[in-house]
T-cell receptor
């Protein structure tokens, strides 16, 4: 079974631009969650989607948004990029979302650098 | 105070030693995850616990819900166990988000 695939692996953007990251979950998994990892703040939860609905959202500004498609693939968008958005963005899939706990399967991440 | 506290932050040990990493949390949870992150970023889920104890190979994870505490043990440690170990809890109220500890950097010396 293929694992969680994130594209692209690396991305360099300029302040003020916007970026879209993609995550393809493990086949059959309906939940996709997104995380930001920085040296200063560690891992932080961004949002979680289950069956195309956003179930949970972390404490990030509205510039961070996401969506999930009917095939469970998910995209994350960051608009008006700031230097502080430079981070490793990870997504994880699971067979159940939210309170229906199931193990998380992580992708290798997208490393975003904002200059 | 962070909702999830891990100790120690850094741990260096000799190959073969028994390793313990601790995680304490302050909120009610529905599950606790132990994750392993190697250099380069990839994260692997080691355990998901809601009670008791789980074992996988040389790794053992325990949780005490009443004391809001979990431990990850590694027996017969090996240099390939060198990684950052992260504890994460899913709260059982509100938006049920995952909250992460700051991680424990483990280095096993041959």
């Amino acid at each position: 079974k293929a694992g969680v695939t994130q594209t692209p692996r690396y991305l360099i953007k300029t302040r003020g631009q916007q970026v879209t990251l993609s995550c393809s979950p493990i086949s059959g998994h309906r939940s996709v969650s997104w995380y930001q990892q920085t040296p200063g703040q560690g891992l932080q939860f961004l949002f979680e989607y289950f069956s195309e609905t956003q179930r949970n959202k972390g404490n990030f500004p509205g510039r961070f948004s996401g969506r999930q498609f009917s095939n469970s693939r998910s995209e994350m968008n960051v608009s008006t990029l700031e230097l502080g958005d430079s981070a490793l963005y990870l997504c994880a899939s699971s067979s159940r979302g939210g309170g229906g706990n199931s193990p998380l399967h992580f992708g290798n991440g997208t490393r975003l650098t904002v200059t | 105070k962070n909702e999830v506290e891990q100790s120690p932050q850094n741990l260096t040990a000799q190959e073969g030693e028994f390793i313990t990493i601790n995680c304490s949390y302050s909120v009610g949870i529905s599950a606790l995850h132990w994750l392993q992150q190697h250099p380069g970023g990839g994260i692997v889920s080691l355990f998901m616990l809601s009670s008791g104890k789980k074992k996988h190979g040389r790794l053992i994870a325990t949780i005490n819900i009443q004391e809001k505490h979990s431990s990850l043990h590694i027996t017969a440690s090996h240099p390939r166990d060198s990684a950052v170990y992260i504890c994460a809890v899913r709260s059982n109220f509100g938006n049920e988000k995952l909250t992460f500890g700051t991680g424990t950097r483990l280095t096993i010396i041959p």
